[in-house]
């Protein structure tokens, strides 16, 4: 993707792509719990975001292996012991429908091994040092998606024979078909793509305004409806932690009092949002005593507000953000913070404006004791679908 995030985080309709995902497993009857695979260095950011959503269903957050297999072989070990069947899904695919969720799962209740996926559109060539060495028939070729279900025994003992014998499959439903098991073919549909290049969000962006029905029928709102909102933060600095500004790790620097990361400029830049879409401040939406906050990653928090933003129909549309430390030097750090901002909130990197200044020495940011940062955000009404003829809005 080319994002300093993570492509499960970064937002699709106003919120990161993983929580689609998340979203329809808490819905659907046929999934009891679930585990969330995440890198090692991403468990923390994840949990935060999770935690936004209050999940019922979510049994833990879990590291990831070094390969496909070792994480879903911690996921599936993190899983309760009654659970006998087990769904495989790719968070990059965030718009899998119900209906091939629980058809999926359903039809593997009966035969124990089910891959979801579509039929190739295209003639599909076999090529060697650049020459065609076969046209296979394309009636017999399928593209392979996720879900993929499997009873959970099965795919645990695919799971210890690929390791034994040092096999490395492309995807799940190839460890189960080494052991001679039948896996049947579960028809998915051409929207559950995976989201792996930029090109993709764009594509995924239309499906999902098709599947809300505003497709082209939407205009937006020029300069009627901009909304602007001021935030402010102010931390004391504090012995033993990390110091995190704007999403990003400055080594090797003494880190600020809070109960989530302290980020100073994350937290002015969310309340900016928040007031300019009238909505109340992070105080209120993250309470500090709150357990589920504490150490929290205020760039996962960012997200979230993205999100409250986009349920009350704003997208940010440019932020300008200044912040004011006596120590540590900043400069080169500055570029890291408006890539992390900008693909979380879904905006150019351009429209993030980040200063660094100091106080020359005035006040308690000049004698060394804390951190301040000012920001401003604009934010935009979001497409809106215009009144039916005759009929409601």
Same mark, same amino acid.
């Given at each position: 993707?080319?994002?300093?995030?993570?492509?499960?985080?970064?937002?699709?309709?106003?919120?990161?792509?993983?929580?689609?995902?998340?979203?329809?497993?808490?819905?659907?009857?046929?999934?009891?719990?679930?585990?969330?695979?995440? +890198?090692?260095? %991403?468990? @923390? $950011?994840?949990?935060?975001?999770? *935690? =936004?959503?209050?999940?019922?269903?979510?049994?833990? &957050?879990?590291?990831?292996?070094?390969?496909?297999?070792?994480?879903?072989?911690?996921?599936?070990?993190?899983?309760?012991?009654?659970?006998?069947?087990?769904?495989?899904?790719?968070?990059?695919?965030?718009?899998?429908?119900?209906?091939?969720?629980?058809?999926?799962?359903?039809?593997?209740?009966?035969?124990?091994?089910?891959?979801?996926?579509?039929?190739?559109?295209?003639?599909?060539?076999?090529?060697?040092?650049?020459?065609?060495?076969?046209?296979?028939?394309?009636?017999?070729?399928?593209?392979?998606?996720?879900?993929?279900?499997?009873?959970?025994?099965?795919?645990?003992?695919?799971?210890? +024979?690929?390791? %034994?014998? @040092? $096999?490395?499959?492309?995807?799940? *439903? =190839?460890?189960?078909?080494?052991?001679?098991?039948? &896996?049947?073919?579960?028809?998915?549909?051409?929207?559950?793509?995976?989201?792996?290049?930029?090109?993709?969000?764009?594509?995924?962006?239309?499906?999902?305004?098709?599947?809300?029905?505003?497709?082209?029928?939407?205009?937006?709102?020029?300069?009627?409806?901009?909304?602007?909102?001021?935030?402010?933060?102010?931390?004391?600095?504090?012995?033993?932690?990390?110091?995190?500004?704007?999403?990003?790790?400055?080594?090797?620097?003494?880190?600020?009092?809070?109960?989530?990361?302290?980020?100073?400029?994350?937290?002015?830049?969310?309340?900016?949002?928040?007031?300019?879409?009238?909505?109340?401040?992070?105080?209120?939406?993250?309470?500090?005593?709150?357990?589920?906050?504490?150490?929290?990653?205020?760039?996962?928090?960012?997200?979230? &507000?993205?999100?409250?933003?986009?349920?009350?129909?704003?997208?940010?549309?440019?932020?300008?953000?200044?912040?004011?430390?006596?120590?540590?030097?900043?400069?080169?750090?500055?570029?890291?913070?408006?890539?992390?901002?900008?693909?979380?909130?879904?905006?150019?990197?351009?429209?993030?404006?980040?200063?660094?200044?100091?106080?020359?020495?005035?006040?308690?940011?000049?004698?060394?004791?804390?951190?301040?940062?000012?920001?401003?955000?604009?934010?935009?009404?979001?497409?809106?679908?215009?009144?039916?003829?005759?009929?409601?809005?």
């Amino acid at each position: 993707m080319g994002a300093p995030l993570n492509k499960v985080f970064l937002p699709l309709g106003g919120r990161p792509l993983l929580l689609y995902s998340v979203r329809l497993f808490e819905e659907s009857p046929f999934i009891s719990t679930y585990v969330v695979v995440a +890198a090692p260095e %991403e468990v @923390g $950011f994840c949990r935060t975001l999770l *935690s =936004s959503c209050s999940p019922d269903k979510l049994a833990g &957050v879990v590291a990831g292996g070094e390969t496909r297999q070792e994480s879903v072989a911690n996921g599936l070990r993190a899983l309760p012991e009654d659970c006998s069947f087990v769904v495989v899904h790719d968070g990059a695919r965030p718009l899998l429908s119900r209906d091939v969720l629980e058809g999926a799962v359903q039809r593997a209740f009966d035969c124990g091994a089910v891959v979801v996926g579509v039929p190739v559109k295209d003639t599909v060539k076999v090529v060697e040092q650049g020459g065609v060495t076969a046209t296979p028939p394309r009636s017999s070729l399928w593209i392979a998606q996720t879900p993929q279900v499997f009873r959970r025994s099965l795919l645990s003992r695919a799971l210890e +024979a690929a390791g %034994e014998a @040092g $096999f490395q499959g492309s995807d799940d *439903s =190839s460890l189960v078909e080494r052991l001679g098991v039948r &896996v049947e073919m579960f028809r998915g549909g051409y929207e559950n793509i995976k989201i792996t290049t930029p090109g993709d969000l764009v594509i995924a962006e239309s499906l999902l305004a098709g599947a809300k029905g505003a497709a082209g029928e939407a205009q937006e709102r020029g300069e009627e409806g901009r909304r602007i909102g001021l935030g402010y933060d102010v931390h004391p600095f504090c012995a033993g932690r990390p110091l995190i500004l704007g999403g990003v790790e400055i080594p090797g620097e003494t880190g600020l009092a809070g109960h989530s990361d302290a980020d100073v400029l994350l937290h002015a830049l969310m309340d900016a949002c928040l007031g300019a879409a009238g909505l109340p401040d992070i105080g209120s939406q993250f309470p500090p005593g709150e357990p589920r906050w504490k150490d929290a990653s205020s760039l996962a928090l960012l997200a979230v &507000v993205a999100g409250l933003l986009d349920e009350a129909g704003y997208r940010v549309a440019q932020v300008d953000l200044v912040v004011a430390a006596e120590r540590p030097r900043l400069g080169r750090y500055l570029e890291g913070m408006k890539e992390r901002i900008a693909a979380v909130l879904g905006i150019p990197r351009t429209a993030v404006g980040l200063k660094a200044t100091t106080t020359e020495g005035l006040g308690f940011v000049g004698r060394g004791e804390g951190i301040a940062a000012w920001a401003v955000a604009t934010v935009m009404p979001k497409k809106i679908r215009p009144p039916s003829p005759g009929g409601r809005g």
